[in-house]
C-alpha cells in the first residue's frame, strides 16, 4: 500500500529519471468539510530526478474541488488543475531512501484549491437576485414585494 506516493531516490543515484504517473483515491487528503471536499480521484505525473544534492520532483496535479458556489452556497464542483509545480527536498532529509510525496500533494493541493466557484458553470441562478439587491439599492419595497424588476427604469 502507498507505493503510488513513493520515490526510490537511491535508484536515482546515476542521473536516472523516475517517471511518475499516477492516480490515487482522494481520500489522503483527509479533507472533507462543507467549506472544501474532494470526492474525484486524484492525478498525478511528471518525473523526480536527483539534481546535486537535491531530489527534484516536476510534476502536474489534476483533480476536481468541491466547495459551495460563491453566489448559492450550492455544493459546486471546481476543476483544480496545477502544471509543471517543482518541489525540492535537500537529500539529507531523506534518510530512507525512500521519498514519499503524500504530505508534499496533500499541502499543495488544500493550499491551493479554489476559493470562489459559481454553480451551473458560471451561471449561478441566484445571480440575477444578487444583481438586483446590488444594482438598485434604491429598488422601493414595493418592487421587492411583487417581484418584478425594471433595470432601466431610473433613466
Ligand atoms: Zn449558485
Redesign the pocket.
Known sequence: MEDEFKIHVDRLRHGEMEKIRETVDPGFLEQNDEELAFNAPISFHGEAYLAEQDLVVHLDIETKAKLP?S??N?LTEAPLILKGLYHIVPMHEIKTGVYNLKEFLRETIVLEAPHFV???GGS???RKELKRYLKSPGSTKKEEEDGTYHPFSEL
Request: glycine residues 0%.
Open positions: 458556489c453566489i448559492c450550492e459559481e454553480c451551473h449561478c441562478p441566484k
